[in-house]
């Protein structure tokens, strides 16, 4: 069961951070660097999207309480951005056309909004509101942690990664996160509803 919970939470959190989409992104943002740069941009993004993804993990309980939105409300206004997102991968291609001309851009716009955008706080705002238990919220905290890796591995090795899937993997890849990502956000979006009318 422990196990379950944690690749389940792993394999969820890994596609809702759009890792093929956000490398895309990366490596178009990121053309002029060298190697060496290239690799201390990905280690940034990574911190960067680790810190966020824990205050949003485990803040968001005391953000729905000082709100007084109910989890199943949330649910859906989360799932339906999260779907909008998935729709915005498939159909089209990174926007990384508006680049500046600042080097910096390992937490804005990298970690956020493109790794960590709307859909990303809301499911894990849900998520950390749903974890009832400290075990539970410890299991989910490694299978985080272990998916922000995941995607950080993928920014560091970015060249390699290129060179293997290619021009044409770059954009079929994040359509395809795109899928997975639409079916978990109508799931989100089916249980707050389901939750709701039985509430009701």
Same mark, same amino acid.
């Given at each position: 069961?422990?196990?379950?919970?944690?690749?389940?939470?792993?394999?969820?959190?890994?596609?809702?951070?759009?890792?093929?989409?956000?490398?895309?992104?990366?490596?178009?943002?990121?053309?002029?660097?060298?190697?060496?740069?290239?690799?201390?941009?990905?280690?940034?993004?990574?911190?960067?999207?680790?810190?966020?993804?824990?205050?949003?993990?485990?803040?968001?309980?005391?953000?729905?309480?000082?709100?007084?939105?109910?989890?199943?409300?949330?649910?859906?206004?989360?799932?339906?951005?999260?779907?909008?997102?998935?729709?915005?991968?498939?159909?089209?291609?990174?926007?990384?056309?508006?680049?500046?001309?600042?080097?910096?851009?390992? &937490?804005?716009? =990298? $970690? /956020?909004?493109?790794? @960590?955008?709307?859909?990303? !706080?809301?499911?894990? *705002?849900?998520?950390?509101?749903?974890?009832?238990?400290?075990?539970?919220?410890? &299991?989910?905290? =490694? $299978? /985080?942690?272990?998916? @922000?890796?995941?995607?950080? !591995?993928?920014?560091? *090795?970015?060249?390699?990664?290129?060179?293997?899937?290619?021009?044409?993997?770059? &954009?079929?890849?994040?359509? /395809?996160?795109?899928?997975?990502?639409?079916?978990?956000?109508?799931?989100?979006?089916?249980?707050?509803?389901?939750?709701?009318?039985?509430?009701?």
């Amino acid at each position: 069961m422990i196990v379950q919970t944690f690749i389940n939470f792993y394999l969820k959190t890994f596609f809702i951070l759009t890792p093929f989409f956000v490398l895309s992104a990366f490596i178009s943002l990121t053309k002029d660097f060298d190697d060496t740069e290239k690799k201390q941009t990905a280690v940034k993004v990574t911190v960067g999207v680790l810190i966020s993804c824990f205050i949003f993990f485990l803040f968001g309980k005391y953000i729905f309480e000082l709100f007084g939105i109910t989890l199943d409300a949330f649910r859906i206004g989360a799932g339906t951005i999260l779907f909008l997102s998935a729709i915005s991968m498939i159909s089209e291609k990174a926007d990384t056309k508006s680049q500046n001309n600042s080097r910096d851009i390992a &937490i804005v716009p =990298l $970690a /956020i909004p493109m790794t @960590v955008g709307p859909g990303v !706080i809301g499911m894990l *705002l849900v998520t950390g509101a749903e974890a009832g238990t400290i075990s539970e919220k410890v &299991i989910i905290g =490694l $299978a /985080i942690l272990l998916a @922000v890796l995941s995607v950080g !591995i993928i920014l560091y *090795l970015s060249s390699s990664v290129k060179r293997l899937i290619g021009a044409q993997g770059l &954009i079929i890849l994040p359509k /395809i996160t795109g899928l997975f990502v639409s079916a978990i956000a109508a799931q989100i979006i089916f249980t707050g509803i389901q939750n709701f009318l039985h509430l009701g």
